[in-house]
């Protein structure tokens, strides 16, 4: 399939899962996905080899959020996402929310730390300028609630709901754009809620709930507005080509639908994760007491029980 006039003209047959999921690659992002596998597995391969250990199951998070990328990217969703407004809602949901909780979930800037050398005294090398990035006011900003929470509404109601969608889909560059953005707001919006590399802004477990939260119920409403419109809301998908046998109305209601069922799924993934760190977490402190217990003899303990021997000799 041709992706030279971005989906505008072309004719293509009416959609069926089969002819969505046959290979027809985005060269930018076919070679983003590889490079970003051949990278996370060039980490993993040096852990192994100095003796350290890297467990597998964020590997296979890792490569399943990069694998859903192009999925999305890299198949015939790509080209009918370009005409269809209900196939481009299951790309832009998939990008934004299910792909960047599976590359959190796999540590990629954990492993970047870990995997690459030191520079040595007074120099500067990958490995101490992701560490300068990290802690720059920037990543402070960008990964904030109050940044974070306002971008993730309005990469739906400021891109759908005015001209700048339409001025996107209009060329190629603009589509990539599109996406990559939405991936990227994706990964600052989790990021600080369940991811697991270290990060500036890292607020306790309750308030992470809190946080995601507060994001996915303006997803719902997105999608109702689209389920209920009276009229096509985006001109790009206004007039389907006729190939496809669909009406434009019902296939932004199918849209919206899609947008609506995305804002629970992903909370759902997200809050069983955030339990199970926060379970984790409690365990390792846990641990932390009781060796620090063994090791000072018990001394808070004692320091108890003195207490309350003395309540119990002043009560005599």
Known sequence: MDHSGHGMTMDLPPFTLG?????????????????????????????????????????????????????MMCTGLNDYGMVMFSVHMVQHMVISMVSPILILL????????????????????????????????????????????????????????????????GSKAGHIAMMVHFLAVGL?????????????????????????????????????????ASQPM????????????????????????????FSEIPSVLVLIALLFQWYASEQRQARRSDRAAERDGDKELEAYNAYLASLNTQGR
Request: glycine letters at 10%.
């Open 234 to 261: 985006v001109s790009t998908f206004e007039n389907p080509p006729a190939s496809l046998g669909i009406e434009a109305l019902s296939d932004q209601n199918a849209a919206g639908g899609i947008a609506w069922a």
């Open 106 to 169: 796999g540590a990629p800037i954990t492993l970047a730390l870990r995997a690459l050398p030191t520079a040595g005294r007074g120099r500067k090398g990958p490995r101490e300028l992701l560490l300068m990035f990290l802690h720059s006011r920037y990543m402070r900003i960008v990964t904030h609630p109050a940044f974070t929470i306002p971008l993730f509404i309005a990469s739906l109601y400021g891109l759908y709901f005015t001209p700048l969608f339409d001025m996107l889909m």
């Open 19 to 71: 002819r969505g999921l046959e290979w027809s690659a985005d060269p930018f992002f076919l070679v983003a996905c590889l490079v970003g596998l051949a990278l996370y597995g060039w980490g993993v391969v040096r852990l192994v080899r100095r003796g350290d250990k890297w467990p597998v199951g964020r590997t296979v998070a890792y490569t399943l959020g990069v694998l859903s990328i192009m999925l």
């Open 188 to 228: 600052v919006f989790f990021w600080p809620i369940m991811g697991v590399d270290p990060g500036p802004h890292r607020p306790g477990y309750l308030m992470r709930m809190l946080e995601l939260f507060a994001g996915m119920p303006f997803h719902a409403f997105f999608g109702i507005a689209l389920m209920m």
